[in-house]
Every structure is written in C-alpha cells, then in structure tokens.
C-alpha cells in the first residue's frame, strides 16, 4: 500500500479505490484465489474470497458501502502489483526488517497471480 503513494500512474484514482484494489489483491494472493463475483455485490474486501471463508448470511451490506467490480479494480491492481518490480528498494528493505515482520520477503509477493497482473504493464521484451 505504502508503494502506491510514489506511483505516478495511480494518481488519479481515489484512495479508497486503491485501497480496495490493495486489499483484493493481498487476499487474492493469500489465499491463492482468483476473482470470484460474489452475489451480494459486497465490495471488494469479499469479492475475492467470500464464499471460501465466510457464509454469506454472516455478511452484512450498508447503502453507504461503495461496491466495485472486477472492471473496476483490475487496472489499480495491476498497478500495485507492478509496484514491486524492483524499483523501490528501499520500501521493500523498511519492510524486510523483523520489526515489520519480514512481509516484503513473503513468498506471495512473488506469486503467478502477482506476476500475471503486473504483466501488461512491464516493458519486457
């Protein structure tokens, strides 16, 4: 999340859409799950992992609640997943140190659904 703050290209989008799109994609991650559209429209904090974790009678929805589809979401996490390509070193050494628990060194981060996402927008040939 913190990588998002220095991307250029994720400007223009809403922090809560960011934050969102983040947080789908560490549980997509996590769980090694892909998008699963949940009935309830939920927002996205279910979308990816809702029926495998929670019945959906334990979730309840508010109007104030925004709600986001895989359309919406896909470009911000590809940005965040293309994020730590390498071009950040030093958020990625903050967060290697024990007292941050090591999370950049999480085997995820390296996982085909990251690599998958983040695909489109690398430059490789």
Known sequence: MELTLLDYELVHYRPLRVAAASLCLSHCCWMGLPWVSCPLSCPALCCCWLEKSL??????????????????????????ARTGDGERKAVKKKY??????????????????????AAPLLNDP
């Open 55 to 80: 019945p959906l009678s334990s979730v309840t929805h508010s109007s104030s609640t925004p709600t986001y589809d895989e359309a919406t979401l896909r470009p911000i996490m590809q940005h965040v």
């Open 96 to 117: 290697s140190s024990s007292k941050l628990m090591k999370i950049s060194l999480l085997p995820q981060l390296r996982s085909s659904i990251i690599q998958k996402l």
